[in-house]
């Protein structure tokens, strides 16, 4: 079935420093690829999406790039801030709409 | 503001006693979605329902039951037949037929005293 395989953590940066989560997904059909964002306490809020290959989605300096011919979707940003600490979830939409998150990636980033 | 209410933010439940929580969205959203996250795992399916009147189960339903009488709502309850309930509760909507993704409520956090 479909799946997702994201970069286990927890990841530790200092401030500025570049960050990226791998994630690669197993699926049939052109499934549409998220990355979310948990905030402590929090529900997931989504931090951006693709809905096709080579579409790039982009929101608050983070970016990933849809890439059909290695079924990934990594998470990248330049420079990450304290206020970036979080936990990055990986996800895909295929057709039956029923999303399939990755486990998840711990991030913390220190002053 | 359009958006998903899960209500309390913090339950506590005893030992053999049923708990109902709440999942309210004014999006408009055809489905609903019952998540389980567990500290330090990711997320665990417990129901979802795509249309009002109808649910299925996903991948940890022993020991919960929901119900979909209004398109707005969609509570869970957490039954005594749950051996194990403490946990952070998260519900999520979608619209189908779009590639949108789900929006979340901020989720309840549900432990047993």
């Known amino acids: 079935g479909d799946s997702v395989t994201q970069m286990e953590g927890p990841v530790t940066l200092s401030e500025e420093a570049f960050l990226t989560i791998n994630c690669t997904y197993t699926?049939?059909?052109?499934?549409?690829l998220f990355w979310y964002v948990q905030y402590p306490g929090e529900g997931l809020q989504l931090l951006l999406k693709a809905t096709k290959a080579d579409d790039k989605g982009s929101n608050k300096g983070f970016e990933a790039t849809y890439r059909k011919e290695t079924t990934s979707f990594h998470l990248e940003k330049g420079s990450v801030q304290v206020s970036d600490s979080a936990v990055y979830f990986c996800?895909?939409?295929?057709?039956?709409?029923?999303?399939?998150f990755g486990a998840g990636t711990t991030v913390t980033v220190r002053a | 503001d359009g958006g998903i209410t899960q209500s309390p933010k913090y339950l506590f439940r005893k030992e053999g006693q049923n708990v109902t929580l709440s999942c309210e969205q004014n999006?408009?959203?055809?489905?609903m979605y019952w998540y389980r996250q567990d500290p330090g795992q990711g997320l665990r399916l417990i129901y979802y329902s795509q249309i009002v009147n109808d649910f299925q189960k996903g991948d940890i339903a022993e020991g919960y039951s929901v119900s979909r009488e209004k398109k707005e709502s969609f509570p869970l309850t957490v039954t005594s037949a749950q051996k194990n309930p403490t946990a952070f509760y998260l519900c999520?909507?979608?619209?189908?037929?779009?590639?949108?993704?789900?929006?979340f409520g901020s989720g309840t956090r549900l432990t047993v005293v």
């Open positions: 999520a909507s979608s619209i189908l037929t779009t590639p949108y993704g789900y929006t």
């Open positions: 699926a049939t059909g052109y499934p549409s």
């Open positions: 999006l408009n959203h055809d489905a």
């Open positions: 996800a895909l939409l295929p057709n039956d709409y029923k999303l399939s």
